[in-house]
């Protein structure tokens, strides 16, 4: 009797949790080194477009090679060219009218507006009228749509954040209180161009969003980014939030109540409800540079299928030189994030390049921009070197644990895909237990690298160390695991440490290893789970993956 990939890979990690880490191929000395290297103050914080990224490509590059991967890139290359565009608005003139009253609204403090639309050096919308649409979903497989065939086009689009179920998660329409898809910012200006709207003001509520207007106001006031589009029409001229309490009161001068509608909005049977006599007026400059910034990709061919790919992928980028910290220093290192996880891409570089060739292909892809919104993997996503039909999954690596061993493996998008259940014997024979998503409702399966490939249909695993320490001193593990979240995460303090602890990092990666190697010698395709709002796209091309 055969037995499947993922049984021979459970009997082969079948040991104690002890042996698991004495045995593993992969090398803490490696892993200290290559993050010491990438996060060095030679690296400038690895900003995109900078003399840094020359440094960066260049080390992934030679390190890749040294593994015995090849290039993965365009045309024999290491790399793939991703151009982004870059919109910075100013100027902003604002105001809201309902009749005879109006209001002037101030950039950054009842609204922000910004726009990711190409070819205009200027907005201005004049007496737009507005219309609640709900949460502006469009989710056929959902048997929603909160449209109901109504013409959007020159409209601004006035939406809730989240989803349906956020609010009311015992209706179950969107999986419950776990954020969908459908619920993040990004989707809500999405359908808005698709729906031709002239644009969409997000209603900013913390819970449901997950974070405050400080949030909001100092990720959209500043400079935004985009890759590249030959179609304009894939982004609507004017992206803003308002405040709640602006939402509210605007909504009574229309004569409508924003709690009810707010209600009605979470049924099928909602209707979008025009804010009669109410207008926007909004007008600002728009300066629009296009910048070229790299993926690094390697490629480990497969033996017998070639043409089917699984990856690992993790993003280089971090956030560069900024202001000065208290104690002077301007240099944002990134070495947690996310010099370690690129540090994890390399060791499984070299662990699986000096093993027998898998079945079929593996590329490692480094992606780029991530701290500007995911755009190099959106990039990757949208003009794929290796076609995503054909792409078996992957695995997305972001900021690892160098703090120690840890009880749980926790799964981010926990019960989107089968992969979840590939992973549960693997983590099982580690002595771990699987950790959903501590908190679901805050969307942060949408928030890294992987996203862009699964909104596309690629199953993909975001998983990593969570839950409690296993060795002491656990209560010091704990404390700088904590502080790293409270006061390092993006700040120039986020530096290398001669005195972490990989073991824990090395679980990780042991389980990586495996279920890649399970899937990668194997014929089988993971799948998304029923009620996933990526079924549905990678159901288009189930005939290429007989």
């Known amino acids: 009797m055969r037995l499947s990939p993922i049984v021979v890979a459970l009997a082969a990690l079948a040991v104690s949790p002890t042996a698991f880490a ?101 907005v201005a919308l004049a007496d737009a009228p507005l219309v609640f649409v709900g949460y502006g979903i469009h989710a056929p497989e959902r048997d929603w749509d909160d449209f109901k065939g109504q013409d959007m086009t020159g409209k601004i689009l006035v939406v809730l954040v989240n989803d349906a179920d956020f609010e009311e998660p015992a209706l179950d329409t969107f999986g419950g209180k776990a954020m969908t898809y459908y619920g ?30 400080t949030t909001v106001r100092n990720s959209w006031s500043g400079a935004n980014f985009d890759i590249v589009r030959a179609d304009a029409d894939e982004r609507v001229p004017l992206e803003a939030w308002i405040q709640r309490d602006l939402a509210v009161d605007l909504f009574q001068r229309a004569g409508l109540d924003f709690e009810a509608l707010k209600r009605s909005a979470r049924s099928r049977e909602f209707q979008p409800v025009a804010l009669t006599g109410a207008a926007l007026d909004v007008g600002f400059d728009v ?45 944002f290192n990134g070495a947690v994030d996310n010099a370690s996880g690129t540090a994890g891409l390399l060791e ?55 703090y120690g061993r840890v009880k749980g493996m926790g799964v981010i998008g926990y019960g989107q895909s089968d992969l979840d259940d590939r992973l549960l014997p693997l983590v099982e024979a580690q002595g771990r237990v699987i950790q959903p998503d501590a908190n679901p409702a805050s969307g942060s399966y949408f928030r890294s690298d992987h996203f862009p490939l699964a909104k596309r ?65 194997s014929r089988d395709w993971p799948q998304w789970k029923a009620g996933s709002e990526f079924a549905t796209v990678r159901a288009q091309t189930s005939a290429e993956r007989q």
């Open 22 to 122: 004495q045995t593993s191929p992969f090398d803490a000395a490696r892993l200290s080194e290559h993050i010491r290297v990438l996060s060095a103050d030679d690296f400038e914080g690895r900003g995109i477009a900078t003399p840094a990224e020359d440094k960066v490509i260049a080390y992934l590059s030679e390190q890749y090679a040294a593994a015995g991967l090849q290039p993965g890139g365009e045309a024999g290359s290491w790399t793939q060219a991703v151009a982004l565009n870059r919109f910075t608005a100013s100027n902003v003139q604002a105001s809201v009218t309902v009749g005879d009253w109006s209001q002037a609204l101030t950039q950054g403090e009842q609204i922000v507006v910004s726009t990711r639309r190409p070819g205009q050096d200027r």
């Open 184 to 213: 993040r910012w990004t989707y809500k200006y999405e359908e808005a161009a698709r729906q031709g709207a002239a644009g969409v003001i997000i209603v900013h509520e913390t819970e449901p969003a997950s974070y405050g207007w």
């Open 287 to 331: 300066a629009a540079e296009t910048i070229e910034t790299h993926n690094v990709i390697a490629r480990l061919p497969g033996s017998t299928r070639p043409d089917e790919t699984f990856l690992y992928t993790g993003h280089w980028d971090h956030i560069g030189v900024g202001t000065p910290d208290a104690n002077g220093d301007a240099i």
């Open 348 to 402: 499984l570089a070299r662990v699986l390049g000096s093993g027998p060739a898998p079945e079929r292909s593996v590329v490692f892809i480094s992606f780029t921009a991530e701290e500007s919104g995911l755009l190099g993997s959106e990039y990757y996503a949208a003009n794929p070197i290796y076609p995503l039909a054909t792409t078996v999954g992957g695995i997305n690596m972001d900021s690892a644990n160098v």
């Open 457 to 521: 249909g690629v199953p993909m695993a975001y998983v990593d160390s969570a839950g409690d320490f296993i060795d002491e001193p656990i209560a010091e593990r704990t404390a700088e695991r904590d502080a790293y979240g409270a006061n390092r995460y993006h700040q120039a303090d986020d530096e290398w440490s001669a005195d972490w602890d990989y073991a824990g990092q090395i679980q990780d990666l042991d389980l990586y290893l495996a279920l890649g190697r399970s899937l990668v010698n």
